[in-house]
């Protein structure tokens, strides 16, 4: 599996603006995906201050060159979703 991380950040970065939270779990998942095939190593949620809004997060993704803060972001991001959208969403 291929995955151009310029293309899939800058759909992210969209879909959070317009606050498709269908969008964005397609998206996470994709990556997921292709993290896993890749068997790369995801950086740890302590590189992101746990206090963020995911909006916030958001915009420093937007903005992020590393690819492992890059995915800390993301993975922080699709957390504080999941939580956000609670039970119903599942």
């Known amino acids: 599996m291929t995955l151009n ?7 992210y970065v969209n879909a959070a603006r317009a606050n498709e939270l269908p969008t964005l779990r397609f998206l996470i998942s994709e990556l997921g995906a292709y993290l896993r095939e890749c068997r ?15 909006q916030e997060l958001c915009a420093l993704a937007e903005k992020e060159k590393d690819p492992e803060k890059l995915m800390a972001l993301v993975a922080r991001i699709n957390e504080l979703l999941s939580r956000r959208e609670g039970p119903r969403g599942r």
Do not use: D, G, H, K
């Not at 991380?5 to 759909?11: A, I, M, N, P, Y």
């Not at 790369?40 to 995911?54: E, F, G, K, R």
């Open 5 to 11: 991380l310029s293309q899939w950040r800058e759909q």
């Open 40 to 54: 790369c190593s995801v950086a740890t949620p302590s590189v992101v201050n746990s206090a963020a809004s995911w």
